[in-house]
């Protein structure tokens, strides 16, 4: 017997022996993800105007900076005033793909340093790993905005670093419509479809608001290890 | 500490804890104030009931294939490359994790807030092994630096005051640090970096796991749980068998209630989930991933007595409300779990011996019960738990006696109202201002703390008579 069918046969013998202690069900699961997820997707498209409004109002409550602009091309311009103002030439990014605007020649003309992810050999990720740990400003995607909460998720992978959105003091995340749910419960939908098959990232992560503590007498306080400031920019038309 | 031994080691804490009226202050403060907290979030949250009814199913359907979704927790997780390790002991989830450690050369490991790590102590055997834990939840760090023990599940430096944390950050940080929460988070972050980037592996807890996915979930506020995942070369999660769930549709429920109870946030400021090292094309996270599967005694209680307090979150929220644990804390407890659900989980993994005690610290009045995001019936096993301590044997001769004549008093209609008609009278000289302020001999250890109302001028039944007979 492995140390795995030991453990795992112990416990199965209590499983048998124990009496049931009330109700038990599992959450529902969609059966079919891909489309329950589509149709999420229609859903919102007719009614994110209200989604977005309930996740500015949330994600200021949780000390977020909403940002509305109308094209991409206006997007690079925000960034650069947040850059502006934390005083910053260094900045981080997500790959133009991921985050779905080519940022690098503007902020290179604006005089700012903009380090893009790229690719994955040991060179690549030392200079990520530098850049990020170095830059006042962090530019990545988000792939689900959940309004209820105020909640942006960030989806790992090829050009889409984990601490692009967690070295820097401040992070911007950019999203479209098309990314904006309801509720959590839409969000499960949505990473079940994500995990269909053996598929589904490394890493995600859920961020609401910038990074807080309170333990030092219950004094609420920003930037503990990651962002001091996150800010969230909507591009109404992709 | 077992048996005998433990009472009054736990009667002397408890009574150090009502005398520092330091601890009395900064409990009073951050309990009320969690209490506020999470009674807004929920206030506003209508479907919250129904949120905490479909959790607790969902525990006790896990509970019910548990030996299955722990297999397929495993087979995810080798799927994605990572390794499993199974610890049917607490000294063997230490060895899994000391013999990781030596085989990698590893010389400083990162930690982020893990009670299961408190629960094998595991720190105190890093250092043995030549390794330095550094912990980066900044309240375990400050606990840390000052060799001491979390005094709360989810805030456990609620003991401590700035000066006395001005005072151990300074030290680190060679400066004179002013007493301010801004100024000593900045030092901490600052301090804390380096050792991120440096560390060659990062240990964690786990929040949740999704057998589904192969999904280890950690929830923080800092931001230290995403690094501890995200910078050191190899990631070890360790996580007890009762934090396995089935599926992602099963986490967002619990999400939904966790950190509204815990701290009233609608979600904690970082949910992070990760299967598995560093998938192709990325640019960080772990060559390595290690999950260690703990037993430690909760499997004894799938079928045993207390087999609900598998269902615990780890919130916290039964701490707050209880009016025992808001008195004395949680050090005086003097186990890993304090609190309500920290009786249960002590006598899970330690034994009913260890908890001869503690399991009467507890007025039994249900407020942890109402407050519990999976509605664990924490009374009820309080009291269960009492009765086997006696069968057991270990409480005092003296005691067992007491009950046993109040038990035969109370069956007896007529022993009773003997008992109530000398009681006037036997009470008599003990009666100050309509109260029993001080009784004698053993009575007395009742009165040292507080007052009784004295037997009743005219008994109830002698009352329900008269009122007949007008």
């Known amino acids: 017997m492995t140390p795995r069918d030991a453990f795992l046969a112990r416990i199965g013998a209590e499983v048998r022996r124990a009496r049931p202690a009330g109700p038990a069900t599992p959450a529902p699961r969609p059966a079919r993800p891909a489309e329950a997820a589509e149709a999420i997707r229609r859903q919102m498209a007719e009614r994110w105007p209200a989604a977005v409004r309930r996740f500015e109002e949330e994600f200021g409550r949780v000390a977020g900076v909403f940002h509305r602009v109308r094209r991409r091309e206006e997007v690079a311009g925000v960034i650069l005033g947040i850059a502006r103002a934390q005083g910053t030439r260094d900045l981080v990014a997500w790959s133009a793909d991921a985050i779905g605007v080519a940022l690098e020649a503007e902020l290179a003309a604006a005089g700012l340093g903009l380090t893009v992810a790229g690719p994955d050999d040991a060179e690549g990720r030392r200079r990520h790993r530098e850049a990020a740990a170095r830059a006042g400003v962090g530019v990545t995607g988000a792939d689900i905005v959940l309004a209820e909460t105020g909640t942006l998720v960030l989806v790992s992978g090829a050009g889409r670093p984990r601490a692009t959105s967690l070295l820097p003091p401040t992070h911007v995340a950019v999203f479209d419509p098309s990314q904006v749910v309801e509720s959590l419960e839409q969000v499960g939908v949505l990473l079940e479809a994500l995990h269909a098959g053996a598929s589904g990232p490394a890493s995600i992560t859920f961020v609401t608001g910038p990074s807080r503590t309170a333990d030092i007498e219950l004094t609420l306080t920003r930037g503990v290890h990651g962002p001091r400031e996150v800010h969230a920019v909507l591009v109404e038309e992709p | ?470």
Not at chain 2, 89 to 110: F, H, K, Q, S, Y
Not at chain 2, 335 to 350: D, E, Q, S, V
Not at chain 2, 446 to 464: G, I, K, Q
Request: aromatic content about 4%.
């Open chain 2, 1 to 470: 500490m077992t048996g005998r031994g433990a009472e009054p080691a736990f009667a002397a804490r408890a009574a150090a804890a009502l005398g520092d009226r330091h601890l009395q202050e900064a409990l009073g403060i951050a309990t009320t104030k969690f209490i506020g907290l999470r009674r807004e979030s929920f206030a506003g949250f209508p479907e919250g009931d129904v949120l905490r009814d479909r959790a607790r199913a969902i525990k006790e359907a896990t509970l019910q294939r548990l030996d299955e979704h722990l297999g397929r927790l495993a087979d995810r997780v080798e799927e994605r490359g990572g390794h499993v390790h199974w610890a049917a002991t607490a000294d063997e989830a230490r060895e899994i994790i000391l013999r990781l450690c030596r085989d990698r050369g590893v010389r400083m490991a990162v930690k982020s807030k893990s009670m299961a790590t408190e629960e094998i102590e595991l720190n105190e055997a890093l250092e043995g092994a030549g390794v330095t834990p550094v912990e980066t939840d900044l309240g375990e760090y400050i606990i840390q630096l000052a060799h001491e023990k979390p005094s709360h599940i989810i805030a456990p430096a609620i003991h401590k005051t700035k000066g006395q944390v001005a005072a151990l950050i300074s030290e680190v940080a060679r400066a004179r640090l002013d007493a301010d929460a801004e100024v000593l988070t900045a030092a901490a972050r600052g301090l804390l970096r380096e050792k991120f980037l440096e560390a060659d592996l990062g240990i964690t807890g786990a929040n949740f796991a999704v057998a589904e996915t192969g999904t280890v979930v950690l929830v923080t506020n800092e931001g230290n749980g995403r690094m501890v995942t995200s910078l050191p070369r190899v990631h070890v999660a360790l996580m007890g068998i009762d934090k396995v769930i089935p599926s992602l549709s099963d986490l967002v429920v619990f999400l939904a209630i966790l950190a509204r109870s815990a701290t009233g946030q609608k979600l904690s400021v970082y949910t992070t989930l990760v299967r598995g090292p560093r998938a192709a094309g990325e640019l960080d996270g772990p060559d390595e991933f290690h999950l260690v599967l703990m037993d430690n005694g909760r499997s004894r209680q799938i079928a045993g007595p207390l087999r609900e307090a598998l269902y615990c979150l780890r919130c916290g929220a039964c701490l707050n409300v209880c009016p025992v644990y808001r008195q004395i804390g949680g050090h005086a407890y003097g186990h890993t779990y304090p609190g309500p659900i920290g009786i249960l989980l002590t006598a899970m993994l330690r034994g009913t011996h260890a908890v001869r005690d503690l399991a009467h610290a507890s007025s039994l009045c249900g407020a942890c019960k109402d407050v519990c995001p999976v509605r664990i019936d924490i009374p009820r096993m309080l009291v269960e738990l009492r009765e086997q301590v006696d069968r057991e044997g270990a409480a005092p001769r003296g005691e067992r006696m007491a009950f046993r004549v109040g038990g035969l008093l109370l069956r007896s209609p007529a022993a009773w109202r003997a008992l109530a008609r000398a009681g006037r009278w036997v009470q008599r000289p003990f009666v100050e201002r309509g109260r029993l302020k001080r009784l004698p001999l053993v009575l007395g250890r009742w009165t040292a703390s507080r007052d009784l109302p004295p037997v009743a001028a005219r008994t109830f039944r002698e009352r329900w008579k008269e009122l007949r007979r007008s």
